[in-house]
């Protein structure tokens, strides 16, 4: 079964960090774009981050840039996002996610097919 | 950045109702778009991408339709496991950006 499993989430003082992990299981993430999504308390989804397959493009959110850093290792099929200088209005809950190419050649379009459960991630003094 | 405006915010309809959900974006958008249904708890499921392509194993009864800047998510006979929260998302350009969310309800 494919699936992927967050974890690292917790509770965190506003300005500390939290690495978040996703773990693969059920197929290899090499040749998958990968991203994060989150969703604070009762609101919507916000999409956060990307990284290709080979990790050289990576793609953020106006308000994580500079704070965030997405990153995967293929050998051990799992997907982070370091998170740095955390805000009380980062509290929620984040997801990873598994993109599947569309278009044509060079003309790549992303969409997000397999969605893991979420870690939740609670910053608050 | 793109904004995704999904109307109503809430709807609600009785088991056997057809249901139509709009999608506008600010700028175009060819057909970059994906809908997903959320259930409270729940990770969000793709339905369809490519503003009308079916995700394998979704029901028939659901369908997308649209390009450019207006976008439809219709249900043709709504059943109780329908009953969600549903999302639109443009993935033309980064960021990538949801609709803020339409929850059907039962009438």
């Known amino acids: 079964e494919v699936q992927l499993v967050e974890s690292g989430g917790g509770l965190v003082q506003p300005g500390g960090s939290l690495r978040l992990s996703c773990a693969a299981s059920g197929f290899t993430i090499i040749g998958y774009s990968m991203n994060w999504v989150r969703q604070a308390p009762g609101k919507g989804l916000e999409w956060v981050s990307y990284?290709?397959?080979?990790?050289?493009?990576?793609h953020y959110a106006d308000s994580e840039k500079g704070r965030f850093t997405i990153s995967r290792d293929n050998d051990k099929n799992s997907l982070y996002l370091q998170m740095n200088s955390l805000r009380d209005t980062d509290t929620a809950v984040y997801y990873c996610?598994?993109?599947?190419?569309?278009?044509?050649?060079?003309?790549?379009?992303?969409?997000?097919?397999?969605w893991g459960k979420g870690t939740t991630v609670t910053v608050s003094s | 950045d793109i904004q995704m405006t999904q109307s109503p915010s809430i709807l609600s309809a009785s088991v056997g109702g057809r249901v139509t959900i709009t999608c506008r974006a600010s700028h175009s958008i060819s057909r970059w778009l994906a809908w997903y249904q959320q259930k409270a708890g729940k990770a969000p499921k793709l339905l369809i991408y490519d503003a009308s392509i079916l995700e394998s194993g979704v029901p028939s009864r659901f369908s997308g339709g649209g390009s450019g800047t207006e976008f439809t998510l219709t249900i043709s006979s709504l059943q109780p496991d329908d009953f969600a929260t549903y999302y639109c998302q443009q993935y033309n350009s980064y960021p990538w950006t949801f609709g803020q969310g339409t929850k059907v309800e039962i009438k």
């Open positions: 996610a598994r993109a599947l190419p569309s278009g044509r050649f060079l003309e790549w379009y992303y969409y997000m097919d397999v």
């Open positions: 990284i290709s397959s080979n990790s050289e493009i990576t």
